[in-house]
Structures are given as structure tokens and as C-alpha cells.
């Protein structure tokens, strides 16, 4: 926990064999300027991960390192554990820019009837080093129903919101975040915008969506069509095949 203040933010950060890119997420959450508490939650690494853990161990609030049950079971987990008013998490391979939950914190507090905020974010491609923003939106179902337009490492969540939900769906692996925005507006009402950049989304080799493509794009149709009245509009289908297959290709 930083400081002696209450956790203003619960941070939990799931993390498997991502022992490369965990320092730099946990001194990315560490260098806001609020009181945190933040726990990780590592699927039982044997690339160094558990170095990297016992070295920020002092200033975690919580830790372990087994076997689980997948991404979103170690999150629901790790936040179940705080008691902070306000929630995220953040993959290790990911960062926050700094001031980023301070200013997520700021503008929920001056809309008390939004579930929770989101930013914007750039990608950072890992082997070239080149940056490009994500595809982030003012919130509107219609264009959630077209594509995710919430960027997951730049957002913070009211914890009455993520309770009121259950948290994530442990079933998905890969639309896990899709999912909990469409349940978060359909429960507890649409989320705030903050234009202006948060974090950073980083893109490598071993991610999920570009290890599998097909299978991240099947279980986000399948939210979209759980969510969207059974509907799943066009655009879906006529894209798909350039998102799974021409970009596998691409590399």
C-alpha cells in the first residue's frame, strides 16, 4: 500500500510467465500518485516471474504464485481480496501512464451515477518499438455492439458496480473485458469517457489475441450476440476473415 491513507484503488495484476515485462507494469502502478492496494496473482511462472514478485513483495498487499484457474478467476480473486471503493486490474505485460488512476478517480467523482471511467490508449508494439492508439470511443451500445471501444488497462471501475455484476465471467478467456462493459452499462448504466491517454496496451508475440485470433474472435461474437438481443451485426462476419486469418498471415 502506498503511504498510510486508506487504498483509495484495489489493483490486482494477473500475471503467467510474463516474468520480462512484470517489473516495469508493477513500477508503472506503483509511481500513481494514490494510496493502492495491489495484489498479484501468477499462475505459477518458471521464467523468473517469482524474482521479480519477491522484489516488490514489501509494497504488495498481497501475492501467490500456483496454478488457476485462468485470467479471470485470478482477477475476481485478487479483487475479492481488497477493500478499496474503486477496482482495475492491469496485465503484466501492460502499463499505466502516470496519474492515470488519479485522474480515472477524479472524473467518477464528479459523476457519481457512472459505474466506472476509461481513457485512452496506444499500443506498443514490443519488437519494433512503434506506437499506435488504440481504437477508444465516447460510449454508445451501437458502436459497442460493432467492436470494443473500451481499452481494459485504462479503466477504473466503482467496486459497488463490479460487486453488483459479479465481476468477470471465469468461463471466457479471451472477450473477458468485452463482456464485463456490456454488463457493467446493461446493470449499472453507461460509463464515462476521459479523453486522454492512460496507458499503454503492449503487443507481442505471445498475447492471447494474436496467439489466437480465431478463438477471441468467436467468444466476442458470442458476447456481442448474449448481449445485443441475439443480434450480431454484419460487420462481424464481413470482417472476420481479414482480423483471423489475413493478420495470423501477417504476422
Same mark, same amino acid.
Not at 471501475?157 to 479471451?174: C, F, K, P, T
Not at 458476447?223 to 464481413?238: A, E, S
Given at each position: 500500500?502506498?503511504?498510510?491513507?486508506?487504498?483509495?484503488?484495489?489493483?490486482?495484476?494477473?500475471?503467467?510467465?510474463?516474468?520480462?515485462?512484470?517489473?516495469?507494469?508493477?513500477?508503472?502502478?506503483?509511481?500513481?500518485?494514490?494510496?493502492?492496494?495491489?495484489?498479484?496473482?501468477?499462475?505459477?511462472?518458471?521464467?523468473?516471474?517469482?524474482?521479480?514478485?519477491?522484489?516488490?513483495?514489501?509494497?504488495?498487499?498481497?501475492?501467490?504464485?500456483?496454478?488457476?484457474?485462468?485470467?479471470?478467476?485470478?482477477?475476481?480473486?485478487?479483487?475479492?481480496?481488497?477493500?478499496?471503493?474503486?477496482?482495475?486490474?492491469?496485465?503484466? #505485460?501492460?502499463? %499505466?501512464?502516470?496519474?492515470?488512476?488519479?485522474? @480515472?478517480?477524479?472524473? +467518477?467523482?464528479? *459523476?457519481?451515477? !457512472? &459505474?466506472?471511467?476509461?481513457?485512452?490508449?496506444?499500443?506498443?508494439?514490443?519488437?519494433?518499438?512503434?506506437?499506435?492508439?488504440?481504437?477508444?470511443?465516447?460510449?454508445?451500445?451501437?458502436?459497442?455492439?460493432?467492436?470494443?471501444?473500451?481499452?481494459?488497462?485504462?479503466?477504473?471501475?466503482?467496486?459497488?458496480?463490479?460487486?453488483?455484476?459479479?465481476?468477470? #465471467?471465469?468461463? %471466457?478467456?479471451?472477450?473477458?473485458?468485452?463482456? @464485463?462493459?456490456?454488463? +457493467?452499462?446493461? *446493470?449499472?448504466? !453507461? &460509463?464515462?469517457?476521459?479523453?486522454?491517454?492512460?496507458?499503454?496496451?503492449?503487443?507481442?508475440?505471445?498475447?492471447?489475441?494474436?496467439?489466437?485470433?480465431?478463438?477471441?474472435?468467436?467468444?466476442?461474437?458470442?458476447?456481442?450476440?448474449?448481449?445485443?438481443?441475439?443480434?450480431?451485426?454484419?460487420?462481424?462476419?464481413?470482417?472476420?476473415?481479414?482480423?483471423?486469418?489475413?493478420?495470423?498471415?501477417?504476422?
Amino acid at each position: 500500500m502506498n503511504g498510510t491513507h486508506p487504498p483509495a484503488v484495489t489493483v490486482a495484476v494477473p500475471s503467467f510467465e510474463q516474468g520480462r515485462f512484470l517489473a516495469a507494469a508493477l513500477e508503472s502502478v506503483f509511481a500513481q500518485d494514490l494510496p493502492l492496494e495491489v495484489f498479484v496473482a501468477d499462475g505459477g511462472s518458471r521464467d523468473g516471474s517469482l524474482a521479480v514478485i519477491e522484489r516488490f513483495a514489501p509494497r504488495l498487499a498481497g501475492w501467490r504464485s500456483h496454478p488457476d484457474r485462468g485470467q479471470a478467476a485470478a482477477i475476481n480473486e485478487c479483487i475479492a481480496r481488497g477493500t478499496a471503493p474503486l477496482v482495475c486490474w492491469l496485465n503484466s #505485460d501492460d502499463m %499505466l501512464l502516470p496519474g492515470a488512476l488519479e485522474r @480515472l478517480l477524479r472524473e +467518477l467523482a464528479a *459523476a457519481p451515477d !457512472a &459505474p466506472m471511467a476509461y481513457g485512452r490508449a496506444f499500443d506498443l508494439d514490443d519488437a519494433s518499438g512503434r506506437q499506435a492508439p488504440v481504437w477508444v470511443e465516447h460510449f454508445d451500445p451501437r458502436r459497442l455492439a460493432l467492436r470494443c471501444i473500451v481499452s481494459q488497462p485504462a479503466t477504473l471501475i466503482r467496486r459497488s458496480a463490479w460487486e453488483r455484476v459479479g465481476g468477470l #465471467d471465469e468461463s %471466457l478467456q479471451m472477450a473477458l473485458d468485452y463482456d @464485463l462493459w456490456w454488463r +457493467l452499462y446493461r *446493470a449499472c448504466g !453507461a &460509463p464515462l469517457f476521459v479523453d486522454a491517454p492512460l496507458a499503454v496496451n503492449r503487443v507481442h508475440a505471445h498475447t492471447k489475441t494474436r496467439r489466437y485470433r480465431a478463438r477471441h474472435y468467436r467468444e466476442a461474437i458470442a458476447v456481442v450476440r448474449r448481449h445485443n438481443g441475439g443480434h450480431v451485426p454484419l460487420k462481424w462476419w464481413l470482417y472476420q476473415p481479414y482480423a483471423v486469418w489475413f493478420k495470423a498471415l501477417a504476422g
